[in-house]
């Protein structure tokens, strides 16, 4: 799931690398691109689509044109967008009066019951004697029990009206809040279906019966294509005022905070992000939309290579080869040096979920092999490192014993050199050295960073 | 559960959500209808399938053989096709006794209420039951699983809130073997896969269980919900790798979700999907059957 989301905007990022400026044509295949990255963590596809367009139409626009760095900007867009639909400054639970109501809604195992725990830990953070909890759940084997217990652990009252009809508890509970000079209540309810039409009307019940100051959806971050459609009837049912996104302490994406984001038009205000009754963390637009996409901090890292990838000695190497000459070992152990200067293809792949591991396999470089070869080229004269032709069978077990090494390594060292050598040239030839050079070592042109202008 | 067929089922529930597909989407002219295929993988991506498996699907579609039926009918043939290698009844041997299931699964996908499920179905079949309240954990977990032993007529084997679940299970199975008990499940906490040490947790039980009998657990359980999206992949390919899943449920198919990363896990794990479930009751769990399942996913006419 990973890998090809990274996988996708290595390409969005390496499609739009060594071309002067964003064109309708070139942008079309990358937003498609986009479009998959979106849908692989769990957007739902109309959102998605009208994301898309919206980029897209951003993008053309003159903004980026006169742009001299299109994948970054590119990229950026995305980002912005994301965080504009998924922004906003996010309030803070507000009550009218007196007690305030929060009313918690949505599918079945979201979370809600541990999220109206959560909730009254937060509110009542200050004093426990301020908030009380009550459960409407009549329907799932222990779950007024589970209410209870949670309400135990945190020494909140929880009020168990002696009523098996949701509607009654929940009028009775508010009676009893008022009376009893509580600031706030937090109502709890059954896990139901959208589709459902009895167990809607009854939550619209609930809903008319407490008249909520706040509606929290609650709905899980793993959450797919549907949430939209719930999420939609919901908000036509109750008015939400808030969505709340459990479960963020996994590894899912977390496309329906979007989604839900554009279907219903309100906020997510808080995310769960373990079991524990203080896992609840307010939202972070920024941190979301990173997430969504999956990206890391794409933009900084865009930057990292580009501070780190000497553009001079590329450029003079591209002009060294241009002019008919072979890569030197020199040339190639300047390449190795500024992989690692970039704090190894390890902290390249950490920053950015974006190299794909396949990628770097298939370079077949790792930091360790990295350091090994830049010994096994220390090891060698001069001479050989400007003309590798020269090292015969016994240079080679000479430069191997130099560096602790072996022949098959200085074999493995110099095909490797050989087939760069190869590919540069007929780069040099096709006009796209550049962009090989960016791309490194092993080839995978464009994979690495953005290097055109 | 008599009566009424998966696909009725199924189909029942869908038709509350979307439309059926309606139009018949034929092939001109020696290839495929763009606006046609372009239909179907909206509808294949709006069902969970998730991207890599739509593409694989569709342009399988697009190499197939022109014949007279419909795009979506040859869709649905095609996710059966997939989905059969996949579709493996669980088998409750008489000779494993007593036969012991491990469920496993993120929070909150249906474990404990498919226990519960699992329990009416087995005891209509004759079979004596012993639940293992494994979730130590959740609150009033324990309460939940005694409520379906009650329910089902299942005696529950439980420890107090916060005990050892290793230990819960390994009593659970030492009492089962005293009585001649036919069948344990044991309930274990919801545990997202990302949660290192709660799935260190999960192999020592069952290692514990292993060190009861060789053979078990004779089937390891993965529930997985329906309405989750591209995440259950991770799910099962993560759950797989601590445990050995033997077998998969799928909950929550009676909303308007499609439940279509089974597709990405079919290509991808190949772990028999042993049921469906499409409710909240005891009698809403049902045998996976590949074209039913297909034919509600891609929302075609049964044939
Ligand atoms: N990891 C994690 N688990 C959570 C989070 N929030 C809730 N859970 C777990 O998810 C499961 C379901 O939570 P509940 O609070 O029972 O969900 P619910 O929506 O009340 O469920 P129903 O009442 O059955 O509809 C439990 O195992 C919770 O511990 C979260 O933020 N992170
Ligand atoms: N609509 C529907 N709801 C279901 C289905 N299966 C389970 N549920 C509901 O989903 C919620 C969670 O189910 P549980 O069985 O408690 O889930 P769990 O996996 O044991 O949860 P944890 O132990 O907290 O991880 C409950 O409200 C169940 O009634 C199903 O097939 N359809
Ligand atoms: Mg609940
Ligand atoms: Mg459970």
Known sequence: MFQSLSDRLTKVVGKLTGRGRITEDNVRTTVRQIRMALLEADVALPVAKALVDRVLERALGEEVAASLNPGQVFVKIVNDELVTVLGGTVSPLAARGRPGVVLLVGLQGAGKTTTAAKIAELLGKRDRDRVCLVSTDIYRPAAREQLATLAEQLSVRCLVPDSDDPVAIATEALATARHEGFRWLIVDTAGRLHVDAELMAEVASIYSAVDPDETLFVVDAMAGQDAVNSARVFHDRLALTGAVLTKADGDARGGVALSVREVTGVPIRLLGTGERLDALEPFVPERMASRILGMGDVVGLVETVERAVDRDQAERMAAKVKRGRALSLEDFRTQLEQIQSMGGLAGLVDKLPGVPAGALAQANVDERQIRHQIALIDSMTPGERRNPSVIDGSRKRRIAAGAGSSVQAVNRLLKQHKTLAKTMKRAARAGGLERLLAGGIGGAPGRRGRMGR | ?303
């Open chain 2, 1 to 303: 559960m008599a009566g009424t067929s998966l696909i009725g089922r199924l189909r029942a529930s869908l038709a509350k959500g979307r439309d059926l597909l309606t139009g018949d989407i034929f092939r001109t002219g020696g290839s495929w209808d763009a606006a046609a295929l372009d239909e179907l993988e909206s509808r294949l991506l709006l069902a969970d399938v998730g991207v890599d498996a739509t593409e694989w699907l569709i342009e399988r579609l697009k190499r197939s053989r022109t014949d007279e039926r419909s795009a979506s009918a040859q869709l649905v043939d095609l996710v059966t096709e997939l989905l059969e290698t996949v579709e493996q009844p669980i088998d409750v041997r008489a000779d494993a006794k007593p036969f012991v299931v491990l469920v496993v699964g993120v929070n909150g996908t249906g474990k404990t209420t498919t226990i519960g499920k699992l329990a009416a179905r087995w005891s209509a079949a004759g079979h004596s039951l012993l639940l293992a309240a494994g979730d130590t954990y959740r609150a009033a977990a324990i309460e939940q699983l005694s409520a379906w032993g009650d329910r089902t007529g299942s005696i529950v084997a439980a420890q107090s809130s916060g005990a050892d679940p290793a230990a819960v299970v390994f009593d659970a199975l030492s009492t089962a073997a005293r009585r001649g008990t036919d069948i344990v499940i044991a309930d274990t906490a919801g545990r997202l896969h990302t949660a290192d040490n709660l799935m260190d947790e999960l192999k020592k039980i069952k290692r514990v269980i292993g060190r009861f009998d060789a053979a078990a657990p004779h089937e390891t359980l993965l529930v997985i919900d329906a309405s989750q999206g591209q995440n259950a992949l991770a799910q099962a390919a993560e759950f797989d790798r601590a445990l050995g899943v033997t077998g998969l449920v799928i909950t929550k198919l009676d909303g308007t979700a499609k439940g279509g990363i089974l597709l990405a896990i079919a290509r991808q794990q190949r772990i028999p999907v042993r049921f469906v479930a499409v409710g909240e009751s005891a009698d809403d769990l049902l045998s996976f059957e590949a074209r039913a399942f297909a034919q509600a996913l891609v929302g075609a006419e049964p044939a």
